[in-house]
């Protein structure tokens, strides 16, 4: 390499990660959740008597793992006029469903059901890339809902509508050689000096003039 560096310049090796391919989607769904058990409060088992069915709301959060990738295919895709290999990889995406219960005695409670959900995508994913996912909103709510009083602690069905936004990368841990200038800090900030004392404002149509005021 032609090493024609100028002012603090130098050749250096950082470690990074390249990115192979990147695509942004979302899937909306609706998921039905059946028999859901009403949970303790302080101890004592809630009934149906207990809640505002008409209040409740609903939160997604990941579980742990969020994300497995259950398999990975070679397949030939024409684009363009060229053919090209890249890979289908088959997601599998682990959630809960946080149902927030508002009692009506007073206060909330929490109950959760995990659900999984699989997912294709297409992209340039050769061995050994890793498949990143990162969820850039997670949403909820309610389509319908109802507490069955006839079982043995009350229950819930749900049919709840989920949104999920996500960003799937691939991605390899890779050393990049570059020529870079260091980083230099910045001047220091000076505070502002302190302000010269204000004098109040003079009567002068009034004193030192000696004029002397009249009432109309």
Do not use: H
Not at 122 to 136: G, S
Not at 169 to 175: C, M, R
């Amino acid at each position: 390499m032609n090493n024609n560096f100028t002012g603090g310049q130098e050749l250096v090796c950082i470690n990074t990660t390249k990115v192979y391919d990147w695509v942004i989607n979302d899937a909306n769904f609706d998921l039905n959740v059946t028999d859901l058990d009403l949970p303790e409060d302080e101890g004592v088992q809630l009934t149906c008597d207990d809640i505002d069915t008409e209040s409740v709301t609903c939160e997604v959060q990941p579980s742990d793992p969020a994300i497995e990738e259950l398999n990975r295919e070679t397949r030939t895709f024409t684009i363009g006029d060229e053919d090209v290999e890249l890979q289908v990889v088959t997601l599998r995406k682990n959630f809960e469903v946080v149902f927030t219960l508002p009692l009506l005695a007073g206060g909330s409670a929490e109950v959760s059901a995990p659900f999984a959900r699989s997912e294709q995508v297409i992209l340039c994913a050769p061995d050994d890339t890793e498949i990143e996912v990162t969820f850039t909103e997670l949403d909820c709510f309610i389509v319908d809902l109802e507490c069955d009083p006839t079982t043995t602690p009350n229950s819930l069905d749900a049919v709840v509508n989920v949104r999920l936004c996500q960003s799937i990368q691939s991605t390899f841990d890779v050393t990049l050689e570059l020529i870079a200038d260091f980083c230099q800090p910045r001047d220091i900030l000076s505070f502002p000096p302190c302000p010269t004392p204000a004098i109040p404002e003079t009567c002068t149509s009034l004193f030192p003039n000696n004029n002397t005021p009249t009432n109309n």
